[in-house]
């Protein structure tokens, strides 16, 4: 087989010639070598082309996490197809929207979304509908589909400019737009983040983000290019993890703050074992009380920066730069390049404020139907994140906020974020939002929505007059919430785990 210019050999074809027998992907209480792995996407490529799936064609899916998101991407590659991963946690509309969004012509679903899907084929009636079963990694008959011989040969080397998956966007403002990520996204993503963390043939990276987002997809690829095994979780359980980092000899996990504290509860802040070498902690601004917790119990804390735009990481901070670099989320990884812009669009100075930009070959190709909007944000090449951050001499990004989520009070700038990390190193709080809402005097004001956390007797009121004194320690006084709030559930939060501070502000709002 030839393998022509700008095409990259099929890297798990590679694999399985390289290190057929080296484990390649643990679960639903399976395991596969490369060389299974390798047999198995080519089974389900043949089997989706014998339904019909032709290159070109998007196939959706809406999957619980388990070996169906593992291999049905590779199974689509090969077929010169595109996957569109769902978030199961969507309503029938939405994902219903999704489909037709994403000109999808098959959905796969599993056992535990199949009821979902009948209920969602009701609204675009078009859609062929197939089941995976894990239990032999086998394509199922569904609605409106039927075998026929597939005599066509599997693509077994790729463009890169192929259009791999397309992935919506959380969606913590406005509608979800889908992100184009090509092949060579994907493959360049997975190289700056081994050169970056050093990955090894017997490195075990655990997945219990969900592969319907592109942090919890890229650790597939990643682990398929690097040869590396990964461990999929079907969710996050911080007991489960804790154990699987034991048993299983994880030496990386990929999580987001409130899941990482989660784990540390849950072990009561018991160390963990030396073969657990990188916790790529992701999924916005780490608190600092969470970091120092971290330094003072040595868990391996790796800052990560990155966005669906950007094939999961853009920056990711060195494990030997983790203590010296405290909170901030490293270097562009290679051979990517930030800057920071002002609202003018000139370049801002060393350490000032400004929204993060991001050029490379991990940047998306671009929105899935939206010409427009890919134009508003990939402007001379450069991708605009809208998040605020700064980078200091070293050229290291600290991220401070969502440009989205500012808070001007007074005229004076207000970051949720550092609010917030000052909140969260409160014993008497379990979670914490900020947000603005209008107001007549100051233009907007702070207010700080909380969940007490079950560590005191005390009447609420005196919690949140400690709090509030807590606070006031660390914080300016146009940085001081004007307004706790106390609530009883869980804050929103996206499938990535980061606060929805748009679905607090419009609970506000409606109220207000």
Not at 278 to 293: F, I, N
Request: proline share 5%.
């Amino acid at each position: 087989m030839t393998v022509t210019a700008g095409d990259l050999l099929d890297w798990l074809l590679y694999r399985a010639s390289a290190t057929p027998d080296r484990e390649a992907l643990v679960a639903d209480g399976r395991r596969w070598t490369f060389g299974e792995l390798d047999r198995d996407a080519s089974k389900v490529a043949r089997q989706l082309g014998s339904i019909g799936i032709r290159p070109g064609d998007r196939v959706a899916t809406l999957l619980r996490n388990g070996c169906g998101g593992a291999i049905l991407p590779h199974a689509t590659l090969r077929l010169g197809a595109t996957v569109v991963p769902l978030n199961i946690r969507l309503t029938e509309s939405e994902i219903a929207w999704q489909l037709r969004d994403s000109d999808a012509r098959m959905i796969i679903v599993d056992e535990h979304t199949a009821d979902l899907a009948s209920r969602v084929c009701a609204l675009v009636p078009q859609i062929l509908v197939v089941g995976f079963d894990p239990r032999t990694s086998l394509i199922k008959i569904g609605h409106r589909a039927e075998f026929s011989p597939f005599t066509d040969g599997l693509r077994l080397s790729h463009d890169t400019a192929h259009v791999l998956a397309v992935i919506y966007t959380s969606g913590t403002t406005g509608k979800p737009k889908g992100a184009m990520l090509t092949v060579g996204n994907f493959w360049w993503s997975a190289v700056g983040s081994s050169m970056n963390i050093g990955a090894r043939g017997d490195d075990r990276w655990l997945a219990c983000l969900p592969l319907f987002h592109v942090g919890g997809l890229s650790i597939v690829f990643r682990a398929g290019i690097g040869g590396f095994a990964a461990i999929v979780h079907d969710g996050f359980d911080p007991d489960a993890v804790n154990r699987s980092i034991d048993e299983d000899r994880i030496t990386i996990v990929s999580v987001v703050p409130t899941m990482l504290s989660r784990m540390l509860d849950a072990r009561d802040d018991r160390a963990y074992p030396p073969w657990l070498r990188c916790v790529l902690l992701g999924g916005g601004p780490a608190p600092q009380s969470l970091l120092e917790r971290c330094a003072r119990l040595n868990v391996p804390v790796v800052q990560t920066y990155g966005l669906t735009e950007t094939t999961s990481q853009i920056a990711t901070l060195a494990p030997e730069d983790a203590l010296p670099k405290l909170g901030s989320a490293g270097r562009a990884i290679y051979p990517n390049e930030l800057r920071i812009v002002r609202e003018d669009g000139t370049e801002a100075d060393v350490a000032e404020p400004g929204e993060i930009r991001a050029r490379g070959p991990v940047v998306m190709s671009g929105y899935a139907g939206q010409a427009a909007a890919t134009a508003e944000v990939i402007v001379d090449g450069w991708l605009r994140t809208g998040d605020v951050g700064r980078i200091d001499n070293d050229k290291y990004l600290y991220v401070l906020d969502r440009r989205d989520d500012l808070i001007i009070t007074g005229g004076e700038n207000v970051y949720p974020a550092e609010v917030e990390s000052v909140l969260l190193s409160s014993p008497d709080v379990a979670e914490a939002a900020v947000i603005g809402v209008p107001d007549s005097e100051w233009g907007q004001r702070v207010i700080a929505i909380v969940r007490l956390s079950d560590v005191a007797s005390e009447p609420a009121t005196s919690r949140v007059e400690a709090i509030e004194r807590h606070c006031s320690a660390s914080l300016a006084r146009y940085k001081m919430p004007r307004e706790f709030r106390i609530v009883t559930d869980p804050l929103p939060r996206t499938a990535s785990g980061k606060v929805r501070r748009g679905a607090l502000r419009d609970a506000h709002d409606s109220t207000h």
